[in-house]
């Protein structure tokens, strides 16, 4: 290594350090997702990494090709908030949201970004709890605190637990917890009823759909693969009960490489495609032919 080659190394050290820094004195301050949220971190990445910033952008007009007669102010539930990319995504559109996430360190985040230190705070309501098809109380298995992975689904439990593929290690999910859960008609009567539905709650899935009686315009949900392919086509025959005239699609991978059929297809046609389907993880998107689905 020569000289050149050294003074690069080390200040590269140098910055990985002030960034470590500058990100604890900020997230001590409650600061550090807010910055996430705003222009300035949108300005820091067009430059550091323009790739991050076209991938958002081409995420948006996918929602905005998908979620045909989507108007400002229009509701949306984000069930799984997680740390609210999501609900970022929804909001660059202009809507309401709310946002659904059981799990406290994700629930401090959504805070942190969308409602504290702000001079008006973003049209979100966080619901502090998990969807399910009843109002109880329910375990919810912990890999870490804020984890992508946390769930009420024993069968998610078990498929991280013996398998060490999918995400490049086997998950433990050595603690649990309990939390309350309410159901997508409970919401739909607090906050109103929503022009899209977006789902993902590592395999808790079906039960949250069966506590939807009343048809939207627009939904998604995951489906993690081969595993739950059960599971996803339990999804699809609760939505064609919900409206006999909904179609389906699907995106593998990231919503920005847009759907993978070319056309929509009915309930019985989709669960024919999902049987044989070949990728990981998928989401489903379905849109009910009723009012504001075209």
Known sequence: ????????????????????????????????????????????WSVADRSLVERTQQ????????????????????????HGS????????????????PDPTNQEILREKFL?????????????KALSDRVAVETMWIDEPGSATN???????????NDDERF????????????????LDHLITAHGLPFFIKIDVEGHEPCVLRGLHHVVPYLSFEVNLPEFRPDGLECVDVLYHLATDGKFNYVAGECEK???LEGWLGALEFSQV?????????????????????
């Open 168 to 183: 490049g290690r086997r998950y433990d999910f050595s603690q649990k917890t309990t939390v309350e859960t309410t159901t």
């Open 59 to 82: 995420e948006i007009k996918f929602y905005q090709r998908f979620l045909v007669g989507l108007r400002r102010g229009d509701l949306v539930f984000d069930v799984g908030a997680n």
């Open 86 to 101: 999501k609900t970022e995504i929804f909001l660059k559109l202009g809507v309401r949201v709310v946002a659904v996430e």
């Open 258 to 260: 847009g759907f993978a």
């Open 151 to 161: 769930t009420l689904s024993p069968k998610w439990v078990h498929t991280l637990r």
């Open 116 to 128: 504290t230190y702000r001079m008006s705070r973003k049209p979100v309501i966080i619901v502090r």
């Open 1 to 44: 290594m020569d000289r050149s080659d050294s003074a690069t190394d080390e200040r590269g050290a140098i910055v990985g350090q002030l960034k470590a820094y500058v990100q604890t004195i900020l997230k001590r301050g409650g600061l550090y997702q807010r910055l996430k949220a705003s222009r300035v971190y949108d300005l820091y």
């Open 274 to 294: 999902l049987a044989q389907c070949p990728d990981k993880s998928i989401e489903v998107f379905w849109k009910s032919g009723g009012p504001g689905a075209n």
